[in-house]
T-cell receptor, first 118, second 114 residues
Framework: AQSVTQLDSQVPVFEEAPVELRCNYSSSVSVYLFWYVQYPNQGLQLLLKYLSGSTLVESINGFEAEFNKSQTSFHLRKPSVHISDTAEYFCAVSRVSAGGTSYGKLTFGQGTILTVHP | ETGVTQTPRHLVMGMTNKKSLKCEQHLGHNAMYWYKQSAKKPLELMFVYSLEERVENNSVPSRFSPECPNSSHLFLHLHTLQPEDSALYLC?????????????FGEGSRLTVL
């Protein structure tokens, strides 16, 4: 079984400052990795994902995350945050299965609340 | 219509009421899920349906009863709930094969049990 640890439950930052949200995972097999974002009173939306290929993945709104297999990490970064980035962020992992079936296998971290102050 | 749609968005019910939450997905997926999100707790997977068959039930009390009549619709029937069942209930869908298990979520149904 896999597990996910988000090391910070809350991260306050000022607008235009850089931010890093940390995520570490534990798994005995290869994994896929995801970051989801949840704005107040909404569901979770996919921010970015790593399935294969380049270990650095980017979102359309300036976030990026790097898969580091040796450190079993998938930290989320943004060089300059906006007020609108205030939300809760969830890291999630699923294991790579040989048969291709992957449903129901996402494990979520406990979430990190990012608060951007003016 | 796009994505995953949940109704109602808000629901207030007494402990003796019977109500249902509805989820509909327009993504052509064939796996659907119910999650419970409570304050200060991690996301809890409640039920998983694949090809309309329940494949996972994570020790959820029987006062929650899921129904999946087809691959596009998922219901959560509620009866004799407790105040601690107040939470945001999220529906999600995914491809059964491929995609790495990526989930597509609805906006949730906020349930308050009085």
């Amino acid at each position: 079984a896999q597990s996910v640890t988000q090391l910070d439950s809350q991260v306050p930052v000022f607008e235009e400052a850089p931010v890093e949200l940390r995520c570490n995972y534990s798994s005995s097999v290869s994994v896929y990795l995801f970051w989801y974002v949840q704005y107040p009173n909404q569901g979770l939306q996919l921010l970015l994902k790593y399935l294969s290929g380049s270990t650095l993945v980017e979102s359309i709104n300036g976030f990026e995350a790097e898969f580091n297999k040796s450190q079993t990490s998938f930290h989320l970064r943004k060089p300059s945050v906006h007020i609108s980035d205030t939300a809760e962020y969830f890291c999630a992992v699923s294991r790579v299965s040989a048969g291709g079936t992957s449903y129901g296998k996402l494990t979520f971290g406990q979430g990190t609340i990012l608060t951007v102050h003016p | 219509e796009t994505g995953v749609t949940q109704t109602p968005r808000h629901l207030v019910m007494g402990m003796t009421n019977k109500k249902s939450l509805k989820c509909e997905q327009h993504l052509g997926h064939n796996a659907m899920y119910w999650y419970k999100q409570s304050a200060k707790k991690p996301l809890e997977l409640m039920f998983v349906y694949s090809l309309e068959e329940r494949v996972e039930n994570n020790s959820v009390p029987s006062r929650f009863s899921p129904e999946c009549p087809n691959s596009s619709h998922l219901f959560l029937h509620l009866h004799t709930l407790q105040p601690e069942d107040s939470a945001l209930y999220l529906c999600a869908s995914s491809r059964r094969i491929g995609g790495g298990g990526e989930l597509f979520f609805g906006e949730g149904s906020r349930l308050t049990v009085l």
